[in-house]
């Protein structure tokens, strides 16, 4: 009798070692799969898009030796935050620039250069500065 339950014990936790055995080579490999899967696509919007056109690096190359602080303060030219000037205005200004005062930037800078100008520099507050 006691061994009648001790050879069903014996079988029990053979199944359960057996089970547990082949259960988890089998688990890990599931999840080195799915993990090397998910790799190549990252999570939409994890990391920010790229702005086409870095406005920031261009301001500092074309712009800061007279517009100071990107375009947050006043240096030989005016701040440019707080503009009367509308985006059509910038526009001209910043391609034909002002005879004997700016440089015109048409020759430069490409259409879509400038065009983000203008929305930087609409986008500027002065709470920035
Ligand atoms: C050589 C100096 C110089 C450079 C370089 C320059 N500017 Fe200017 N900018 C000026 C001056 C001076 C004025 C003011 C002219 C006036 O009295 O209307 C001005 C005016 C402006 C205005 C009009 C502001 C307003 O409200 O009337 C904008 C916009 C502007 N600049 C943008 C730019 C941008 C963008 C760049 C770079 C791509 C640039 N500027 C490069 C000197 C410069």
């Known amino acids: ?7 069903t014990c014996m079988t029990a936790a053979f199944v359960a070692v ?3 055995l082949s259960g988890v080579p089998l688990f890990a490999a599931d ?3 799915e993990s090397k899967e998910a ?15 870095d406005v920031r690096k261009l301001f500092a190359m074309n712009c800061s030796w007279c ?10 030219g005016p701040k440019l935050v707080g503009t009367k000037l509308n985006e059509k205005q910038l526009y001209e200004r ?11 930037f048409e020759k430069t800078l490409k259409k879509e250069q400038i065009d983000a100008f203008v929305e930087y520099i609409k986008g500027l507050k002065e709470t920035d500065s």
């Open 1 to 7: 009798m006691i061994q009648a339950i001790w050879k």
């Open 18 to 20: 057996t089970m547990g």
């Open 31 to 33: 999840e080195a799969a």
């Open 39 to 53: 790799a190549p696509a990252p999570e939409p919007g994890a990391e920010p898009e790229k702005p086409r056109v």
């Open 67 to 76: 517009h100071d602080g990107y375009g947050l303060h006043a240096g030989k």
């Open 94 to 104: 910043i391609a034909k620039g002002k005879s004997g005062y700016m440089p015109g």
